[in-house]
């Protein structure tokens, strides 16, 4: 049976003609009401979609706050660290090697797990990037290019493809090229 009924054309002739009339509106509703149920179903499929993607977000971003407090312990340790150079280090008595030692060996363990929590450095090496870095000052660049980043001053950290913290950077300023003698910039 197909899908598909002829109806003949309404004339007052045809003494079946309310009937069909009440068939094509059924018809009509009919495919109205299909039309509402597949978008109902897609829009439910797209709440889902949603919450899904939300949970998942939720879930990554969940440790952003305890993420922060931890780079600043990371932080520490690695100012401890640099503060004490390879040479004072290797006259340093036994025990002060073991604790540096151990130190390293924290520090290690911190950031391996930060970044099994998604929380990774922010790279600083190349070209400043105004999105991920924060230049606190702009210094000569000693033959690098201008705009690319001399020195980390404090590392910056990524949770998933968020910001957590900014690098703050110290920038290569452009080169001023020097005077010749005998000229006047002053106005």
Do not use: C, W
């Not at 597949?38 to 949603?50: G, K």
């Amino acid at each position: 049976m197909s899908d598909e009924i002829k109806t003949p054309a309404n004339d007052a002739d045809n003494p079946h003609a309310a009937e069909f009339a009440v068939l094509e509106a059924l018809r009509n509703e009919v495919e109205s009401l299909k039309d509402q149920r597949l978008r109902a179903l897609a829009e439910a499929e797209n709440i889902r979609r949603r919450a899904d993607r939300e949970k998942a977000e939720a879930s990554q971003y969940a440790v952003t706050k305890f993420a922060r407090d931890m780079v600043g312990i990371a932080d520490n340790f690695a100012r401890a660290l640099a503060a004490v150079p390879p040479a004072v280090r290797d006259a340093a008595d036994p025990q002060v090697r073991a604790v540096l030692d151990g130190v390293e060996a924290t520090d290690r363990q911190l950031m391996q797990t930060l970044e099994r929590y998604g929380v990774k450095a922010v790279a600083t090496d190349g070209k400043f990037d105004p999105n991920l870095h924060q230049a606190i000052a702009e210094v000569p660049g000693n033959g690098k290019p201008t705009g690319s980043i001399v020195d980390v001053v404090q590392t910056g950290y990524m949770i998933g493809d968020r910001l957590l913290r900014p690098a703050m950077v110290t920038v290569a300023k452009k080169e001023m090229p020097a005077e010749a003698p005998g000229v006047d910039t002053k106005v």
